[in-house]
Nanobody, 126 residues
Framework: QVQMVESGGGLVQPGGSLRLSCVAS????????MGWFRQAPGNEREFVAA????????VYADSVKGRFTVSRDNTKNTVYLQMDSLKPEDTAIYYC???????????????????WGQGTQVTVSS
């Protein structure tokens, strides 16, 4: 069972930046997607961004499009989420997970992901 470990969260002021990392315990080269999700207190977990490999296709939630960038480094089994122009409403626990054999229409579907990490806290506040 692959394991994901997220890191990089913290406290940042509005307008600031953070880069989250998600390290997978194994390398998987076939068609798959790595997704980022977040959950704020009292809210349901929601989709943030995903990258499909090896197609290198990326998708984003409308709320983060233009501010967040998802990427990966295959040599390090690591997926990144670069978060710029952060807003207080971005405050949440951020999780990464993997989806095997995705298609475009399933990249945002949380139920299709497995192997969730423990999450990393992001707090945007002045």
């Amino acid at each position: 069972q692959v394991q994901m470990v997220e890191s990089g969260g913290g406290l940042v002021q509005p307008g600031g930046s953070l880069r989250l990392s998600c390290v997978a315990s194994e390398r998987y080269s076939d068609n798959h997607a790595m997704g980022w999700f977040r959950q704020a207190p009292g809210n349901e977990r929601e989709f943030v961004a995903a990258i499909r490999w090896p197609m290198r296709q990326t998708v984003y939630a409308d709320s983060v499009k233009g501010r967040f960038t998802v990427s990966r480094d295959n040599t390090k089994n690591t997926v990144y989420l670069q978060m710029d122009s952060l807003k207080p409403e971005d405050t949440a626990i951020y999780y990464c997970a993997r989806q095997l054999r995705p298609i475009l229409s399933t990249l945002r579907s949380m139920s299709r992901y497995s192997s969730w990490g423990q999450g990393t806290q992001v707090t945007v506040s002045s």
